[in-house]
Structures are given as C-alpha cells and as structure tokens.
C-alpha cells in the first residue's frame, strides 16, 4: 500500500524541481536502532516525495510516532538545510528546547547546528541548520521578515492544539508560501498534527485553494483497556490520584505509571507524597522551585497634576510577542489558590513500606523544569523500580515518554479562560475534551497492552467535548485584534484564519479600539480603492501587553504615573468579579432573620458610606468603595468571618485576590520595571491620586458616560434623577446601592448597565466633563474653528458656546473653548 501511495505522488508532475541533495549525517548504531522502531520511518519516501512536490503538506500520525524528532533529519537530510535554514516551531516552551536537543543527539551534531530559540532564552548560532522555536518567536520575526528568507522550509508542529499563534502563523504562511514560489525561492510548508481532525486546514479555500495533501503515519498502537471509577472525585482528585498510583504499584506487574495532573504545584506534591510512601533507589529528590517575586516599589512619585495620556512607558523589552502560549504551569500558578499541598490528602491508602515492596521512581515532567530534569524521563529506571512520571498537559501530545504501561487520568487541565467583560485571562482547571481523554490513554498502550484508569465515570466522559474548541475561538475578539495589529496584520477581517473569528465582532472591536486610542486611521491610505484599516499606535503597543481587554489594558497602561498601578489593579481586579457586595435590598421584613437581614444592610451600608469618604475619594464614588473593599479585606487576611462581617462575597474576594496576584505577576513580567507587589498594607489613594483615579476610569470608560437630565425637563415622575447615557436612547439610573446615589454627580461613568427593573448603572463614579476631550479624544468630533463665533456664555442652561463641537452633544454638553 506504501508502494501505491509511493508510486501515485512520484506520478504527478513536478512542480518544482528542488534537488535531493542527500546530507549524511552520522548517527550512533544505538540511536539509528530505535529510529528504525519508529513509524514515520517508514514514510520517509513518500513524505519527502510529497515535500518535494507540494508547497505544503500536512501529516498526521499518532503522538509518538516520531513526527517531531524525525521530519526535521529527513529534512536536513535532503539538503533543505545546506543554504537556508529548517525552522520548527512549538506551542510550548518546553517543546522546543526539549526537542533542539533530542535532534541534536540523534544526529550526532552539535547544539550550534540544531538550536531553539524561546522568549528571552536561546542558542542559535549562524551555523544553526535546524531550529526549534516557539510559535511567538517566528510571528515576531516575520514582523522584520515577512518572507522568512532565511528558512527554506518551516514545519509548524501540534497544530491540532490549535494555539492561537500557531492558528495566526498558518494564516500567514498560506500567503506566503506563494510569494516565496513567484520570487523563484520557494519555501515548504509541513504542518504536523497528532489527531485526524485536520479539515480546517486542509478543506479550508480561503487557507488552501489547492487542498494539501496528507500524509498519515500508521501506528502501531496496543490495545488499552480503559477503567472508570464508579465514583468521580470532586476537589479531592488528587487523594484519589494517590491511592490509585499505590494501589497500581502494589498489586499490577512491572511496567511504568503516567499519571496526569494540571500544574506544577499538584505534579509537586504528589511527587512528594509518593517518595515518601515509596523510598526510591536512586533518592531522587524534587524540590519546588517556584520562586516568589516581591520587590519593592521604589519608583518616586512625579508630580503631575493630571493623567498623561502619553505617558504608558512601559520599561522592559517591548519588543517580543507573548510565547509559550500553551504553557499551563507558567509561575502565576503560584498565586492561584485551592492547589491542593501534599497535607491535604490522605494518608489511610497507604500502608507501611515493607521491604518487599518495589520501590518507585518519581519524576514530576512540567514545562517550567529545567531541560536537564525532563531529560530524565527518558532514561530506564534504577534496577529493579519502577517507573512513575506526574505529569502535566505536557505529555499529552508534546512529549512521549517510553516504557509507560499504565495511565492515570484525572481527566482535568489548566486551561487559560477569558472573561468575557473584562477579557481578563486567567488559568482554570477543566474537564478535558474526550479527543484529550484519548490521547491521554493512548499514551499507555506504545509498547505493549497497556491500561488507562480514568478517575471520573463514563457518565462524566460522556458529557465531555468531543474536541476542545480551538483558542481563537474562545479569545476575546477585543484582544485578538490589538494582538494581531500589534503583530502588524492590519487586514484582520480579511485575515484566512483556519477558524474565523465573526466579521461583524472584528469589525466593533476595531471601532472600539480606535475610541480607546490603541489605534489610529492611517492619514493616507495607500490604495484609495480599500477601506483603510486602522494601525496600532504607541498606546496601543503598550495596551496589548497586559493580559486583560482593551478597556482595562488602556488603564493599566496609564496607570504607572503617580504610583496609581496598585490601585488600578485592584480596580480591574474588582471589576472583572461580578457582585462584590451581597445583595442589599431583601425582603419585607416579617421575621427575625429577616429583621437581622435587615440589620446587617444597614450596616453594609454604613460601611459603604465611610469608605466612600469625602471630597475626591467620594467622587470616585463605587470604585472607591470597591477599592477599600479590597484592601481591606487583604488586611485581614481575606477570611470567611471579615467578608461576612462586611456585607462582601467571600467566593468574589477570594477570585479577587488571586486575580489581583496574577496582574500583579503578569505585570512585573511584561514591564520588569514597573517593579509593583500586592501590598497587604495598601493605604487608600490621597486626594490627588483618587482624582486621577477617576480619570484614568473615564480614560477607559469614556463611551460609558452619562449626564444627568435637568430637572425641568423631567414630566414623568418615574425619570426623576435620571440620567442620558451616550449608548442608550432610554434614561438611564444610579444603582439603589451606589454611594453616589444621593449626590447625584451631574456628569458619571459606569462600569456596565444592567436591566432590573430600570436600567441601572453599575460602579459609578464622577468625573468632570472638561477631561473628555484631553483624555478620550478620539471620541470627539471636533469642528474647524469658526473665526467670528467667539466662545459665549449661556446663562439659561449654564453652557459655554464655543466653536467645537463633540459627540457628547447629544449630553448638552460642549467643548469648553
Ligand atoms: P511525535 O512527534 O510523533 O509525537 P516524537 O518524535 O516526539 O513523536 O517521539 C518519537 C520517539 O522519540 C518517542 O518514542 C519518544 O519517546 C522518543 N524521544 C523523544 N525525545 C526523547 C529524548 N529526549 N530522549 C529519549 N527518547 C526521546
Ligand atoms: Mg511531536
């Protein structure tokens, strides 16, 4: 069939007529023995046939087959390496270092000609051949490169993960691939895929006119039996996980254990646990390396009355993309709570060791271990042990560690979510998909009949995806676009996605992205014929680094002046968990729980009031309260009993204060000089420093703002008090639990409006209309001055007159001359 297969390729007319110029390569017997195990080997003919011939090719074989260590040789093999480079490129971190020096071992070359380079770290050399890269390295180097001239072939590897800069690299090469081949250079295109789902690359015409072909790697896969457990565990997985490795290593026959968690502080504990339980042959110790980063904030305060909206510096290396975007156990883990630690977990499974017992060889495998530690993986165990490896996601599709004959499922991964009012992202631990679950039990059946016990039951299985869906889909578009024309990619509606985002939401996000200021209409477009779609300006390149949506990067952006980046965070924090507050109005009160319903209201109330406080801090109005609701719940520690106490949602502030971590964490890694830590001690904002709070609010919320309506102009008594938003035809109203409620600011910004009863605006807070046109401009219109209608005073409506106009019109409000 190979022949066939073989034979129908070397009859299609050549397209090109790139020489095999067979480079050897010297490899130890040893290593060209195991090679000779793997399946691809037995494509190489038809594979390179098909390279040759196409300009791009997909394959698709089984983890482990040897896609990743193995099409890189047979491509230095056939030359493509003499005069320009082969460029690999991984989804994560750990891929492509682990792999640059597993290529080089087979090869028997040094890490000068097969190298990798990854965000910040690498060892390329010019006489690099082969090179393994994240797939944010090479979206940045076609920044300064659009043609990649230095590669003459590039093999984007576990497409099937669908990262979203793999998705982007794709788009991108499909275009220029065909420009390679009319500048008479050609470079070939290989995407490699574990799964068979691979129609949206190859049945997508906006990608391929011409479908590329595939080519399919046969395995040879051993049957595995897959176990569910009766029961699925709830938060207790990992005690599950424990007692099933011990029940494995005491009663089944020899063979390796892979067990699967979701980040390096579980794979850590667990490792500890079972050490502990079974003292290894070797005493292989695992010490935790996460490191905590708490430096102080030594940044002077300048002085400056009012936010500078050109003042978003951001120190530090602005010129690298995000990398590594799959990783899961990236360090913000540290800050997430509810890891379990090896205290929690129960002892009762295991019994003493006895001396008959095997002992067991623990090895943790995460992305973040140093390369010499995951290299162990794939060395035999000590005489006479066995074999057991807590893993992350990372040995799913990416690694393939040998000798495994049992699995342990815990069908869970870190998965990076986005909120889908703030686009705050965050790390959550889900169910995988049941394409995952496979992998996964696959994983044990390599060399031999193997099985999986999967700790959830077939009923918890059978309600999983089929596939998960890929991350573009799951992005923000907001985000996804400032990304993209951060990466340069201007045409992003028309940009072939292998799964496009929605038209309509591309085209919203890129409006609201020129109001915000993070991009600009270019004054002349090149071809007058086209729409012009708007570049990314300064600001924006500085907004698309924090890991939250346009709205609250631009404040973040802003907010190093005048040390305000600790509050801003707390304020974004706050903002992204919906319902801070418990409820404030109850029931009728009829009985005596209700009465101490009441009660407690009133005392939230208060509460609300004396944080608010006065002057600026009280114009900051919601946002203020949330912010001392904030620092003051990390002053005591963020117990159950003060949330009570104080009217606060214990589940919102616990959520807020690991996201507040993790802006603080991600922050001090996109800008290391920003310097800013959580402080337990936060101190409320000074006046100054509350004011250029509320604008550096409306410098994000600035299309959120409303004006109170006259009160002569109010008939129904239902409108009294209300306000005219710029959004909304309707009036809108202050929320009943706002601590503006009563002063009633004529000009606000609101966070969001929500229909219960009225519309009602949520955290509101005052701000004063002459810094609208200096802090959002470009929600303004401005008309040309009109030289003989000079600025006049209005006295019946209290309006100065002046010769610009704004869109706040609609408000009564004009531009103060
Ligand atoms: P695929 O990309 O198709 O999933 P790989 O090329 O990653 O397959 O793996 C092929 C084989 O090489 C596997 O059996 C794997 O165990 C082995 N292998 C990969 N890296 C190493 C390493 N660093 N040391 C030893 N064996 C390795
Ligand atoms: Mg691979």
């Known amino acids: 069939e190979k022949n066939q297969k073989a034979e ?22 040893e290593i060209q023995e195991s090679r000779l195990q793997l399946p691809i080997l037995a494509e190489e003919q038809v594979l390179m046939e098909a390279i040759r011939e196409n300009p791009v090719v997909v394959v698709c074989g089984e983890t482990g087959s040897g896609k990743t260590t193995q099409i890189p040789q047979f491509l230095y093999e056939a030359g493509y390496g003499k005069d320009a480079m082969i460029g690999i490129t991984e989804p994560r971190r750990v891929a492509a270092v682990s792999m640059s020096h597993r290529v080089a071992h087979e090869m028997n070359l040094s890490q000068r000609t097969v190298s990798y380079q990854i965000r910040y770290e690498g060892n390329v050399t010019p006489e690099t051949k082969v090179k393994f890269m994240t797939d944010g390295v090479l979206l940045k180097e076609m920044q300064k490169d659009l043609l990649l001239s230095k590669y003459s072939v590039l093999v984007i590897d576990e497409a099937h993960e669908r990262s979203v800069y793999t998705d982007i690299l794709i788009g991108l090469l499909s275009r220029v691939v065909p420009l390679r081949t009319k500048k008479g250079n050609p470079l070939k295109l290989v995407i490699m895929s574990a799964t068979l789902r691979v129609e949206d690359f190859t049945q997508n015409q906006r990608l391929f006119k011409i479908p590329p072909p595939v080519i399919k790697v046969d395995t040879r896969q051993f049957p595995v039996t897959v176990h569910f457990n009766k029961r699925t565990p709830g938060g207790e997985y990992l005690q599950e996980t424990y007692r099933k490795v011990c029940k494995i290593h005491r009663m089944l026959p020899a ?10 502080a579980e794979v850590h504990a667990l490792c500890r646990k079972l050490q502990r339980t079974f003292p290894s042959a070797s005493g292989a110790q695992v010490k935790n390396t996460t490191e905590t980063k708490e430096t102080k904030k030594t940044k002077k305060d300048q002085k400056l ?6 003042n978003y510096t951001i120190e530090g290396d602005a010129d690298q993309a995000d990398d590594g975007i799959l990783e899961e156990d990236i360090d913000l883990d540290a800050h997430i709570v509810g890891v379990d630690d090896e205290d929690d977990m129960d002892d009762s499974a295991a019994t003493a060791t006895s001396d008959s017992e095997l002992p ?32 992350t996601n990372v040995a799913e599709t990416s690694l393939t560690i040998p000798h495994i004959k049992y699995v342990v ?13 703030t686009g705050a992202s965050a790390f959550q631990v889900t169910w995988v998909s049941k394409a995952s679950a496979d992998q996964r039990a696959g994983r044990a059946g390599r060399t031999e009949p193997g099985h999986c016990y999967r700790l959830y039951s077939s009923a918890v299985f059978s309600d999983f995806q089929t596939f998960s869906p890929p991350e573009i889909a799951r992005r923000p578009v907001e985000d996804l676009v400032l990304q993209m024309k951060d990466m340069s990619i201007d045409k992003v509606v028309n940009f072939p996605f292998p799964t496009p985002p929605d038209v309509e939401a591309v085209k919203a996000a890129e409006q609201l992205l020129v109001q915000l200021g993070a991009l600009q209409h270019t004054a002349k477009p090149k071809n007058p ?8 300006t300064p600001l924006g390149r500085a907004m698309a680094r924090f890991p939250v949506s346009p709205r609250f990067s631009k404040m973040l952006a802003l907010g190093e002046q005048h040390g305000l980046l600790p509050y801003v965070i707390s304020i974004v924090a706050a903002l992204t968990v919906q319902e801070v507050f418990l409820p404030s109005s109850g029931p009728a009160v009829q009985t005596e729980e209700q009465q101490e319903l009441k009660d407690a209201q009133r005392r939230v109330a208060q509460l609300k009031k004396t944080w608010a406080g006065q002057g600026q801090s009280l114009l900051l109005g919601d946002i203020m309260v949330l912010l001392r609701a904030v620092g003051a719940c990390e002053f005591a520690g963020c117990t159950k009993t003060f949330c009570e106490e104080n009217g606060l949602r214990y589940k919102a502030m616990t959520e807020i204060r690991s996201l507040r971590a993790l802006l603080t964490n991600a922050i001090n890694t996109v800008c290391p000089g920003a310097k800013v830590y959580v402080d337990p001690n936060m101190r409320p904002p000074t006046e100054l420093q509350a004011k250029l709070l509320r604008q550096i609010m409306l410098s994000g919320l600035g299309d959120r703002i409303a004006r109170r309506v006259p009160a002569e102009q109010i008939s129904d008594k239902a409108h009294r008090f209300a306000y005219q938003s710029t959004s909304m035809e309707e009036y809108v109203f202050i929320h009943p639990s706002s601590v503006l409620l ?27 209309p002459e810094w609208v046109p200096l802090l959002v401009p470009n929600l303004c219109t401005f008309s040309e001055p009109v030289q003989d209608t000079p600025p006049t005073y209005d006295k019946d409506t ?4 002046c010769h610009r106009t704004s869109t706040f019109s609609k408000l009564g409000w004009q531009m103060p001359s």
């Open 360 to 391: 067991m060889h623990v090895l943790p495998l995460y992305s973040l271990l140093p390369p010499d530690r995951q290299q162990r993986v794939f060395l035999p165990p000590p005489e006479g042990s066995r074999l057991v490896v807590i893993a």
């Open 8 to 29: 129908s390729i070397g009859k299609r007319e050549r397209k090109d007529s790139t020489p095999a110029v067979y480079v050897p390569v010297e490899r130890r017997p």
């Open 305 to 310: 009355p009012q936010i500078n909206l050109d």
């Open 742 to 768: 009563k002063i009633r600011p004529e000009y606000v910004i609101f966070h969001e409006i929500i229909e219960t009863g009225k519309p009602y605006m949520h955290c509101v807070a005052a701000v004063e």
């Open 409 to 421: 499922d815990t069908g869970k991964v870190k998965k990076r979510f986005y909120d889908k009012v």
């Open 255 to 264: 063979g390796g254990i892979l067990v699967f968690l979701t980040g390096q």
């Open 529 to 536: 014929k086209v729409t012009p779609s708007p570049v990314v």
């Open 798 to 801: 209290g309006r100065v007159r």
